[in-house]
């Protein structure tokens, strides 16, 4: 039951529609019988400060931060935690006594997805394809944890070392132009191989990732950030030849739990959240002209 002392914490987002958050953190609230609410909050570019002064007025305890607003965000904060220092953005805040503080659980999320599966991180070789913010995220949780032997493959060799030069000097990261041999040669070497681009995540989408399978090591773990679908031509393709696959539904539970324990100082049932996920992208996710979801049955 919703009263006056229910804490409200929001997505600020633009589109946000098509955010599974809502569904996931009002899941755990239920499960944990927290007094929470979770809101999409649909805010244009041009609104993002009233948006921000909006939250402290009316009072609320938190906020995600999502697409287009995870770096504009960060001069409306009091505070950044080292987490989003790192990564250079913010997908979560905590408003403390009038106060906001932004951190960056994306990072973590990713790792602890892995680490959640029993997969080892400590010294392996890594290729990502992406060098957009999520793909920024994932580096950082990979260098947190010692790795620094990476292959950034994009579709631009100039945004590929435009991407590197983000991290300190020093590391150990390259980037190439995917179609390039130097490509072909990190996959031939690599442990994990993770898809950071929206490839796949439309069916009907007719881009393919630049992969020559024949060269991917047998036990080679494939990663995709992608949740919905819960299997991208990428993943399949990895499945069928007897790669161990990860999709982004693990990533997504993760970093909404460590948002949920900074907010609520409670652990976060992480078990129930990734239920709640997989059943409505099984059952009923579907995304309108709009990118709003509805139901398969409102669609139809
Ligand atoms: P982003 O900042 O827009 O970056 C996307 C990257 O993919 C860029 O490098 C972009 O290259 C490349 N790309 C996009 N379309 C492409 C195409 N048709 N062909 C080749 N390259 C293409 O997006 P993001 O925030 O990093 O998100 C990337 C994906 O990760 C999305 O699918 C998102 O839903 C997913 N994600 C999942 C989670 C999770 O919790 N599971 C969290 C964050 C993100 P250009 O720069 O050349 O355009």
């Known amino acids: 039951m ?4 229910t804490k409200t914490i929001g997505i600020l987002g633009y589109p946000v529609g098509h955010s599974l958050s809502p569904l996931m953190h ?17 805010v244009a570019p041009d ?10 007025a009316i009072g609320f305890v938190g906020a995600n931060v999502t697409i287009p607003h995870k770096v504009t965000i960060i001069p409306y904060l009091d505070e950044l935690d080292r987490s989003a220092e790192l990564v250079g953005a913010v997908n979560t805040i905590v408003i403390r006594k009038g106060r906001f503080i932004g951190y960056n659980t994306d990072s973590l999320g990713f790792i602890q997805s892995l680490t959640a599966k029993n997969i080892t991180i400590k ?29 950034i493959g994009t579709r631009s060799n100039l945004k590929a070392q435009e991407f590197v030069k983000l991290f300190p000097a020093g590391t ?6 995917w179609q390039e041999e130097l490509f072909t040669e990190a996959i031939s070497q690599c442990d994990i191989l993770i898809n950071c681009t929206p490839i796949g995540m439309s069916s009907s989408q007719e881009v393919e990732l630049p992969i020559n399978w024949q060269k991917v090591q047998s036990n080679a ?20 030849r007897g790669h161990i696959v990860i999709n982004g539904a693990g990533m997504l539970v993760e970093q909404g739990a460590l948002a949920f324990e900074l907010w609520t100082g409670q652990i976060a049932p992480r078990s129930i959240m990734l239920k709640n996920l997989e059943n409505f992208v099984a059952n009923c996710m ?15």
């Open 26 to 42: 009002n899941a755990a609230f239920a499960a944990l019988e927290l007094d929470y609410i979770y809101v999409p909050l649909p």
């Open 123 to 151: 010294g392996k070789k890594v290729v990502i394809m992406g060098a957009g913010g999520a793909a920024r995220a994932v580096v950082c949780g990979l260098l947190e944890q010692g790795i620094d032997q990476i292959t």
């Open 286 to 300: 579907e995304l309108d002209k709009d990118n709003i979801i509805v139901s398969r049955k409102t669609l139809k």
């Open 47 to 56: 609104h993002l400060g009233q948006a921000m002064a909006g939250l402290k």
């Open 172 to 177: 150990n990261i390259q980037g190439c132009d």
């Open 221 to 240: 773990i494939i990663c995709d950030l992608i949740y919905n679908p819960p299997l991208t031509n990428f993943l399949t393709e990895a499945k069928n």
């Open 2 to 5: 919703i009263t006056g002392k």
